[in-house]
């Protein structure tokens, strides 16, 4: 834990202090663990963590995090209607963030979830050596870019599977660009991976740390317009890409219709071969007989006859 009770002082960890443990449920001494190697905080004797199973050691990432919000905020007690009691690592004025470094089991998420309302998860990218290459391999394109939004093939990459079916928003924290990444970054990106599936597919939306800590600092909505956001230019995406596949398919059509008429003309059947040239020796005979003068002809023909010629 960050914060301990020196005498009325709500106060972090110094080399030889004793403080009384934060939890109303609780009220025991608490120890300040001031090393080299972990960072400094204050400790129970022996393993006890008053009964917070969720509880796990914190690296300076999570510190770093915390340190972004008022003191206040951080490590706040939170009592469920049935009792169950947990610390949460941040409570903003709409909901509480968790910072998470460790892995997590599916019902440990689900349990954490279901327990603090209104619940945001910051998840450490750079636990695991291949999670960075994997999970920028996995950005499908981009189908908008204000706000910059990406589909994912979730396959490829084991971070993005791990957190895939939860129901709350998920911002995955990569710090800074690096050179090997796919997409390169100018400032610090959170991504995030929105509870909502539009045409049953995951999307990230790529957001400005800045933002993010601006926004919960100010206890702004922010994941609920992201996913109405997201929604909505799915939806046009996909209309604009059923409405290209079908001129795509007229045009096909088309050509192959073209074609189709072009291979004719090019090779006609052997039956029209031969009656090409009879027809085109009738019509010739039909315009000759439509210039003949009957009259004329008959008139001669009398003459003929009477002895005249």
Not at 73 to 92: F, L, N, Y
């Amino acid at each position: 834990m960050k914060f301990a009770f020196v005498g009325a002082e709500r106060r972090e960890a110094q080399p030889d202090l004793v403080a009384k443990c934060p939890d109303p449920d609780c009220g025991a001494v608490v120890f300040a663990r001031c090393g080299e190697h972990n960072v400094w905080h204050w400790a129970h004797k022996g393993a006890r963590n008053c009964g917070d199973h969720w509880g796990e050691p914190e690296t300076p990432w999570h510190r770093g995090w915390k340190n972004e919000f008022p003191e206040s905020w951080q490590e706040v007690h939170h009592k469920a209607a049935d009792g169950e009691r947990h610390v949460a690592d941040v409570k903003t004025e709409l909901g509480y963030i968790e910072f998470q470094h460790s892995p997590l089991t599916p019902d440990e998420r689900r349990s954490r979830e279901d327990f603090y309302p209104n619940l945001v998860w910051v998840v450490d990218g750079r636990r695991r050596a291949q999670d960075r290459a994997q999970f920028f391999a996995s950005i499908d394109g981009r189908i908008s870019d204000s706000p910059p939004i990406f589909p994912i093939l979730p396959n490829k990459c084991a971070l993005l599977r791990d957190w895939l079916v939860s129901g709350v928003p998920v911002y995955f924290d990569f710090g800074d660009s690096e050179p090997g990444d796919t997409w390169r970054f100018k400032e610090p990106l959170l991504w995030l991976l929105t509870p909502c599936r539009p045409n049953g597919k995951p999307y990230l939306v790529s957001v400005r740390k800045t933002w993010f800590l601006r926004v919960h600092n100010e206890g702004r909505p922010a994941e609920g317009l992201y996913t109405k956001k997201v929604e909505r230019v799915v939806a046009d995406y996909l209309s604009r890409q059923a409405a290209a596949d079908s001129r795509r398919q007229a045009q096909a059509a088309a050509d192959s219709r073209r074609q189709r008429r072009a291979a004719a003309a090019d090779q006609p059947l052997k039956g029209w071969e031969r009656y090409l040239p009879k027809k085109a020796k009738a019509a010739a005979a039909d315009r000759s007989l439509a210039d003949f003068d009957f009259e004329r002809y008959l008139t001669n023909r009398q003459r003929r006859a009477q002895g005249r010629f």
